[in-house]
T-cell receptor
Framework: DQQVKQNSPSLSVQEGRISILNCDYT??????FLWYKKYPAEGPTFLIS?????DKNEDGRFTVFLNKSAKHLSLHIVPSQPGDSAVYFC??????????????FGRGTQLTVWP | DTAVSQTPKYLVTQMGNDKSIKCEQN?????MYWYKQDSKKFLKIMFS???????INETVPNRFSPKSPDKAHLNLHINSLELGDSAVYFC???????????FGQGTRLTVV
């Protein structure tokens, strides 16, 4: 059973516009959320994270929003650039629990940014 | 300077063979992981080691045996390979019980 879901397998955005990637989770024990970016034939690269005590975290062009009541988070990329084209994975963990750093991943969303 | 490196990057082998994948990290982390990405692109944890001690052992066939000679290395040995073992295996490391894990480039295993 997938505890982290990314329901959009792909997203296509024009360069300069905003990209919004969505993620839903089911386990209320999750207290830490991350986004990873993955290029073909490479490993996932950590992008940005957010703790459950916050509802927003910003790092340059990347902002993650967390809505705990809806068990939903989103990643906003503004402005989108062609180099952002990659697969984006949402991940969650329960740092205060017993999962000890274990990450639960969504299936990923392929973002394509076109000129 | 590669932070988490795993070898080989590609591995093609016949059913029934035994193979190993090696992983090393130079980040000074004390926790290392093996994740598997299957054909449906799901990334799932297999094992976690902290300071050479097994912490997480998911429901993985016992043909898979991790070995951690020291906290900078976590190797994965697979016995009697089956077609269903074909996947991409990622090694990762993090500080103890912290979520930000750093991943290696992956090993694409193909069993024929």
């Amino acid at each position: 059973d997938q505890q982290v879901k990314q329901n959009s397998p792909s997203l296509s955005v024009q360069e300069g516009r905003i990209s919004i990637l969505n993620c839903d989770y089911t386990n209320s024990m999750f207290d830490y959320f991350l986004w990873y970016k993955k290029y073909p034939a490479e490993g996932p690269t950590f992008l940005i994270s957010i703790s459950s005590i916050k509802d927003k975290n910003e790092d340059g062009r990347f902002t993650v929003f967390l809505n705990k009541s809806a068990k939903h988070l989103s990643l906003h990329i503004v402005p989108s650039q062609p180099g952002d084209s990659a697969v984006y994975f949402c991940a969650a963990s329960a740092e205060r629990g017993s999962t000890l750093g274990r990450l639960y991943f969504g299936r990923g969303t392929q973002l394509t940014v076109w000129p | 300077d590669t932070a988490v490196s795993q070898t080989p990057k590609y591995l093609v082998t016949q059913m029934g063979n035994d193979k190993s994948i090696k992983c090393e990290q130079n980040l000074g982390h004390d926790t290392m992981y093996w994740y598997k990405q299957d054909s449906k692109k799901f990334l799932k944890i297999m094992f976690s080691y902290n300071n050479k001690e097994l912490i997480i052992n998911e429901t993985v066939p016992n043909r898979f045996s991790p070995k951690s000679p020291d906290k900078a290395h976590l190797n994965l040995h697979i016995n009697s390979l089956e077609l269903g073992d074909s996947a991409v295996y990622f090694c990762a490391s993090s500080l103890w019980a912290k979520s930000e894990a750093f991943f290696g480039q992956g090993t694409r295993l193909t069993v024929v």
